[in-house]
Nanobody
Framework: QVQLTESGGGLVQPGGSLRLSCGAT????????MDWWRQAPGKQRELVARIISDGSTDYLDAVRDRFTISGDMGKMTMFLQMNSLKPEDTAVYYC?????????WGQGTQVTVSA
């Protein structure tokens, strides 16, 4: 039913910027939270950023002040602006939308930060 699609990943040099986008098809009754997660090879998945229904946001300490999450829960769209990228940001990035009844995940988009 609900499908999440991501775009904006790619190869970027250290210090560069990328903007990830995620949108949903189908309908959720409501969205309580929208998240970006990432997973590097051989590492556990980690929560990068979250925005909840009251508009509050929070960030992984390693990306705070460099990344900004935004979105529109009514339109089921979300974004992650990533600035001052570092090689350690290299990972597959996943979007997630939490609805009243189910959580939904995107397929992931590769972000590679390398000279």
């Amino acid at each position: 039913q609900v499908q999440l699609t991501e775009s904006g990943g790619g190869l970027v040099q250290p210090g560069g910027s990328l903007r990830l986008s995620c949108g949903a098809t189908g309908r959720l009754v409501s969205i309580n939270a929208m998240d970006w997660w990432r997973q590097a090879p051989g590492k556990q998945r980690e929560l990068v950023a979250r925005i909840i229904s009251d508009g509050s946001t929070d960030y992984l300490d390693a990306v705070r002040d460099r990344f900004t999450i935004s979105g529109d829960m009514g339109k089921m769209t979300m974004f992650l602006q990533m600035n001052s990228l570092k090689p350690e940001d290299t990972a597959v990035y996943y979007c997630k939308m939490s609805g009243v009844f189910h959580d939904h995940w995107g397929q992931g988009t590769q972000v590679t930060v390398s000279a």
